[in-house]
């Protein structure tokens, strides 16, 4: 049992986001929440006091029923009520008759018990506490809190004085005041409330996509005034030779030979040069991916460290680790629940050590399996090797290590 329950969280909870993790958290707990109040203020006091008469006997067990009926479909709508609060979809028309219906109904035969004298005073009071809450958290969900309250406030009134004219009990009527009105605020701030700690959530989390896409934006654009850099001045210049060769071979002018072998020229040095611009963007550089990655890292709100102790590398070798701190930081946002992430670069006896550890592991499975396999093709083409799995129970530490043949200096960052 407790491994099949593992495997679910695994298979389900380890691959939520934060923001769905906290609203699956929050959905459950009001899944729980209305049968728990149904359980201990209306099940357990009616039961316990209801009268050994065939008319109190089946009032009770049909309030029971209602009761029950009502939990159920609450759960059932707990989502749709959720979704219409986050913004998400529209409220289907005629959402709450149901629910209003079986409210009333069981509503009216708790009082007719009261007029019968067939239960305890008390026993009536906290019944209709367990009865309201199943409504009131999901209505408060999707009215404004001025209209839930004023709402609130004139179906006391009304309840309150049915109740008063069936027993009759001056005293009760505050009490059935009281716990009328305790559930109405429980059931607001145990539900709006939540919701609006999801929304503010989900906000935070859109916030986050929003500032990755401007990133990968604003690399397009980097990349795209590099090539125009590199492009505009050559190709101007390559039409204008071009233009003035044209007419000197109109006029049989031996020049224009001399032009178009220098828009040749051009033209080949254009490509170098452009193929420079894309193969900078191809090589990962060390340097730069690391400050990426803790940048990256962070805004996700991982408290990420880099330590770099590495100077003077050669390039294929920055190129390869580079490529493994872009791919680690990936499999850190991607898979697992990290709160801590390290990075650290070290030279040890003529050989280069990169080290990725984070907590929040789920399982090794779950840490990119393809991706470390293309990182072990490139740090093998410079003689690497990379080990990756979990150190502890949700620990994960990927080790690439490559050898370096000149003198490196240490230079820590």
């Not at 009616?46 to 009770?60: D, K, M, N, T």
């Not at 029923?65 to 979704?83: E, V």
Request: with cysteine.
């Amino acid at each position: 049992m407790v491994g099949r329950i593992r495997r679910w969280q695994q298979r389900h909870w380890g691959e939520r986001s934060k923001a769905e993790r906290v609203e699956l958290y929050s959905v459950l707990t009001w899944y729980c929440t209305v049968w728990f109040m149904m359980a201990c203020w209306l099940l357990l006091p009616l039961v316990g006091g209801l009268a050994l008469r065939p008319v109190a006997v089946v009032l009770g067990a049909l309030v029971a029923l209602l009761g029950i009926l009502q939990c159920a479909l609450s759960n059932k709508l707990t989502r749709t009520a959720l979704d219409h609060y986050l913004g998400r979809a529209e409220l289907p028309a005629g959402t709450y008759r149901t629910p209003a219906v079986l409210l009333g109904l069981a509503l009216a035969l708790l009082v007719a018990l009261a007029g019968l004298d067939a239960a305890p005073p008390m026993a009536i009071r906290f019944s209709i506490g367990g009865l309201l809450l199943p409504f009131a958290l999901l209505y408060g969900l999707t009215v404004p809190v001025g209209v839930f309250l004023r709402r609130s406030a004139v179906f006391t009134v009304l309840l309150t004085a049915a109740v008063g004219l069936a027993d009759r009990d001056g005293v009760g009527l505050v009490a059935t005041a009281a716990i009328i009105v305790f559930q109405a605020v429980f059931a607001l701030l145990a539900g709006r409330c939540g919701a609006w700690t999801l929304a503010v959530l989900w906000e935070a989390e859109r916030a986050r996509e929003i500032e990755a896409r401007l990133a990968v934006a604003e690399e397009r654009l980097r990349f795209g005034r590099d090539l125009h850099d590199v492009l505009g001045r050559n190709l101007s210049v390559i039409s204008l030779k071009s233009e003035l060769a044209v007419q000197l071979a109109r006029r049989g002018r031996p020049e224009a030979v001399e032009q178009m072998i220098e828009v040749q020229r051009i033209a080949q040095e254009s490509q170098r040069e452009v193929r420079d611009v894309v193969r900078g963007y191809r090589e990962a550089d060390l340097l730069v991916e690391l400050a990426g990655a803790q940048g990256v890292l962070t805004a996700a709100g991982i408290v990420c460290e880099v330590r770099a102790e590495a100077d003077g590398l050669p390039a294929e070798v920055q190129s390869a680790l580079g490529w493994v701190v872009r791919e680690a930081a990936t499999n850190v946002l991607r898979h697992g629940d990290a709160g801590r992430c390290a990075l650290r670069l070290q030279v040890r006896e003529g050989r280069v050590v990169l080290t990725v550890e984070n907590d929040g592991a789920a399982d090794p499975t779950g840490s990119g399996g393809s991706g470390l396999a293309g990182l072990r093709e490139r740090l093998a083409a410079v003689d690497g090797t990379l080990e990756a799995g979990l150190v502890g129970k949700d620990r994960f530490r990927l080790v690439a290590e490559v050898p370096v043949k000149q003198e490196v200096s240490g230079v820590a960052s």
